[in-house]
């Protein structure tokens, strides 16, 4: 793990905008890391997307496998445009704008998120702890050739696979690594 950017831009606001102009060219799924990122979820979870945004690793099984449709689904993001998006077509999801305000979960995904984080320990042990089964955390790999083009002024972090599950292993029994495309994927479990 290692600071990438110092001024911290990851606001409600400036995430209102990128999803206001994301909108316009149309739904941006990458299904394959988002598939990975729900592999162990069930049909019987209380499932939770942690900075979900639009086209989020939930919305995506809803959409795609909609017969694997958690129990309990629950979108969490401080963007309100994103949030308003998705409860006109999950009516029947439960929505909140802090991770603070979440209820208790089964599981609790979050797509490209820790590397926004202020600190990216004390986000993954907060997320550990209002979990009740596993944590399924994503982020981009700086090394791939996309990250090479982008700055990505919203990054706080670069990680690595190692930097990424060491968030975890103090506060999980068990953690699992995986590389799946242009992504860094842990799995950790309570």
């Known amino acids: ?6 001024v911290d831009v990851n606001t409600p606001g400036y995430f209102d905008r990128q999803w206001a102009k994301a909108v316009k060219t149309g739904r941006n799924y990458d299904r394959v890391r988002l598939r990975a990122l729900m592999r162990y979820v069930k049909a019987t979870h209380a499932v939770a997307d942690v900075g979900c945004g639009l086209w989020g690793a939930l919305e995506c099984l809803l959409v795609d496998h909609p017969e694997r449709r958690p129990e309990r689904v629950i979108f969490c993001d401080y963007s309100r445009y994103a949030l308003d998006n998705l409860r006109e077509r999950f009516p029947y999801a439960e929505f909140y704008d802090s991770v603070e305000a979440l209820p208790r979960v089964d599981v609790i995904v979050s797509g490209e998120v820790i590397e926004h984080t202020q600190d990216p320990k ?3 042990a907060d997320l550990v702890g209002r ?3 596993h944590v399924a955390v994503s982020t ?3 090394a791939c050739d996309g990250a090479q083009v982008r700055n990505y002024r919203e990054h706080l972090w670069k990680f690595s696979g190692k930097g990424l599950t060491e968030c975890f292993e103090p506060v999980c029994s068990r953690v699992e690594y995986e590389s799946v495309g242009d992504y860094h994927i842990v799995w950790a479990w309570k």
């Open 140 to 142: 981009v790999d700086h």
């Open 122 to 124: 004390a986000f993954a």
């Open 131 to 133: 979990c009740g089964e």
């Open 1 to 6: 793990m290692k600071r990438f950017h110092e």
